[in-house]
């Protein structure tokens, strides 16, 4: 019996040693793995997954999704006031025509500018003749499969077709399709996005009450356990929205150390916060191509941005000419000059003015 026993014991201390040896052989040897590719939180609302305009009954789908750049439009400050600029320049220098009105011309500029889609509707008079023409949103509206046909989509399965060659289409050329256009800052999305998400993150960080972000270690062993308990809940009723509270702990013979409050990278988090605002706003403005100071951008260094006259000279010339030679195409569809700009000028101090 005894033999047995001892056997065993043997047996064991056999098997725990070679454990130890396959776990310390295990723990020499070099091991690599990988958690997968980055993935954007983004890829279930696919704004850039189509590759072509694909047939949906009798029309044809946008090759990216309308109702994503719309919502992008209002997601970042510097991409809404720059395509805001343009707009509001090129309104101020259109000459309002009786069949098109400052109104409509302001649609339809930033309707161009936002999707790389604009719609005119001619609208005709029971005695012949146009009567105005009206913008179509963009957003909605269709091309369809027969040429010069278009249709506005007003909800599920359910649309209207205009009459056949009664809607103008200007198109922001795409290098991939020729039915639908392409705004031109799709490069800068991503940067859009994350100015977001960053603002959004620092709002939810300031809303919790957690921007104290510290670790309070306690090893003062003349603490009872009700103390602890107490405080611990004085700390609950810290956070929340407007709770800046200040705390008084009261630990007799306790030791210096014996309470300590140890901080989270909080100063880290709030300069990599700017860093990111700082960097997708520049990505942003790259893509608009607008100066930094024409949309209220506060400079950082003393010497500024330089005389804002000369920037709005060269962004005029080399930003909203373009645009408004793009948009007065329209005219050579209407057979008659209904859209026309009058030149840009500044007004200065002294009462020059210059163009």
Not at 34 to 46: I, K, T
Request: hydrophobic content about 35%.
């Amino acid at each position: 019996m005894g033999n047995r026993r001892n056997q065993k014991r043997a047996n064991r201390n056999n098997h725990s040693s070679e454990t130890v040896e396959h776990a310390t052989q295990q723990s020499d040897t070099a091991m690599a793995f990988s958690f997968g590719d980055p993935e954007s939180v983004l890829d279930s609302s696919q704004i850039l997954d189509y590759a072509e305009c694909w047939e949906h009954d009798d029309y044809y789908e946008p090759p990216i999704s309308f109702d994503g750049l719309a919502k992008s439009f209002r997601a970042a400050p510097h991409h809404s006031s720059a395509i805001y600029l343009k707009r509001n320049i090129l309104a101020s220098t259109f000459v309002p025509h009786k069949r098109l009105s400052k109104q409509e011309f302001s649609a339809y500029a930033l309707d161009y500018l936002v999707f790389g889609n604009a719609f005119l509707e001619e609208i005709p008079s029971k005695l012949g003749g146009t009567v105005k023409f009206k913008r179509s949103p963009a957003k909605y509206t269709r091309r369809m499969r027969e040429a010069d046909r278009y249709c506005f989509l007003r909800g599920w399965q359910d649309k209207h077709e205009f009459d056949k060659g009664a809607v103008f289409h200007l198109v922001e050329p795409d290098i991939n399709q020729e039915i639908y256009g392409l705004p031109e800052y799709l490069a800068s999305l991503n940067s859009a996005w994350l100015n977001e998400s960053a603002t959004l993150f620092r709002r939810k960080y300031y809303k919790n009450g957690s921007h104290a972000g510290f670790i309070l270690y306690m090893t003062d062993a003349a603490q009872e356990t009700q103390d602890v308990d107490n405080l611990r809940q004085a700390l609950k009723d810290s956070k929340g929205p407007g709770n800046f509270k200040n705390l008084f702990m009261y630990a007799p013979n306790g030791k210096k150390e014996g309470l300590q409050v140890i901080p989270i990278s909080e100063v880290q988090a709030k300069d990599e916060f700017f860093n990111i605002k700082n960097v997708t706003r520049n990505d942003q403005l790259a893509a608009h191509r607008v100066w930094a100071g024409l949309i209220g951008v506060i400079p950082e260094n003393s010497g500024g941005f330089g005389n804002p006259k000369d920037a709005a000279a060269v962004f005029t010339r080399n930003e909203i000419q373009p645009l408004q030679e793009r948009l007065t195409e329209f005219n050579d569809w209407a057979g008659e000059k209904i859209i026309e700009f009058k030149p840009y000028e500044i007004e200065l101090p002294d009462g020059k003015d210059t163009k």
